[in-house]
């Protein structure tokens, strides 16, 4: 059974960093596409980022280029989210979610229509 569980939450101060955790179980990670999502309170979910399957390329938004980085751990069947340079408007539940089908890749235009399986999300609150 194919599932992704969200860590890493919590409150930050603008500037500040935070490193979400993707825990993937039923499927071995490396084989699979992971993206990185977004939704905050009126606002339509976003792609922020994700990570190819097959050769590890990796995709930012705009908003969030130079100031996320997206990384893949295989031994701990994880994926990373570092946030760094926070800014109020980070403030949302970060998804992660997958294809749930090995060698399916996205990008950040494909990801939200490719992505079938999801997590819990963890809520991200950038405040002074």
């Known amino acids: 059974q194919v599932q992704v569980v969200e860590s890493g939450g919590g409150l930050v101060q603008p500037g500040g960093s935070l490193r979400l955790s993707c825990a993937a179980s039923?499927?071995?990670?490396?084989?699979?596409?992971i993206g990185w999502f977004r939704q905050a309170p009126g606002k339509e979910r976003e792609g922020v980022s994700c990570?190819?399957?097959?050769?590890?390329?990796?995709y930012y938004a705009d908003s969030v280029k130079g100031r996320f980085t997206i990384s893949r751990d295989n031994a701990k069947n994880t994926v990373y989210l570092q946030m760094n340079s926070l800014k109020p408007e980070d403030t949302a539940v970060y998804y992660c979610?997958?294809?749930?089908?090995?060698?399916?890749?996205?990008?950040?235009?494909?990801?939200?229509?490719?992505?079938?399986?999801w997590g819990q999300g963890t809520q991200v609150t950038v405040s002074s």
């Open positions: 990570i190819s399957s097959s050769d590890g390329s990796t």
């Open positions: 039923g499927f071995t990670l490396r084989y699979y596409a």
């Open positions: 979610a997958t294809p749930g089908a090995p060698f399916v890749d996205m990008t950040i235009a494909t990801m939200t229509a490719m992505s079938h399986y």
